[in-house]
């Protein structure tokens, strides 16, 4: 898998050759099994299926950009100097 292909290369650095072909591997791997289902007959109901993750996928919340951070700092200084509750969103 990736992670063990990444953390091979960690650790090995230079000295480790991962080709880029494991990955297509895998998927021929997958479209074999998929295959081999369809033609005894057997499927699934695509409504159903859902991903199967080991690990949480690497999409993360985003984080506030620099400019809502900025306009963020200066409505608190705003505030602190007019003694307000303005806010900009």
């Known amino acids: 898998p990736d992670c063990m292909a990444g953390d091979i290369q960690r650790i090995l650095a230079r000295l480790a050759i991962i080709p880029r072909t494991a ?8 479209a074999m099994l998929g295959w081999q289902r369809m033609i005894k007959g057997e499927q699934d109901d695509l409504s159903t299926l859902q991903p199967l ?28 100097a007019q003694g307000s509750s303005f806010q900009l969103e």
Do not use: C, G
Not at 23 to 30: D, E, G, I, Y
């Open 23 to 30: 990955k297509l591997a895998r998927v021929v791997s997958l």
């Open 53 to 80: 993750y080991l690990r949480p996928p690497h999409i993360t919340k985003p984080r506030k950009s620099i400019y809502a951070i900025t306009h963020s700092e200066e409505a608190t200084e705003l505030n602190n």
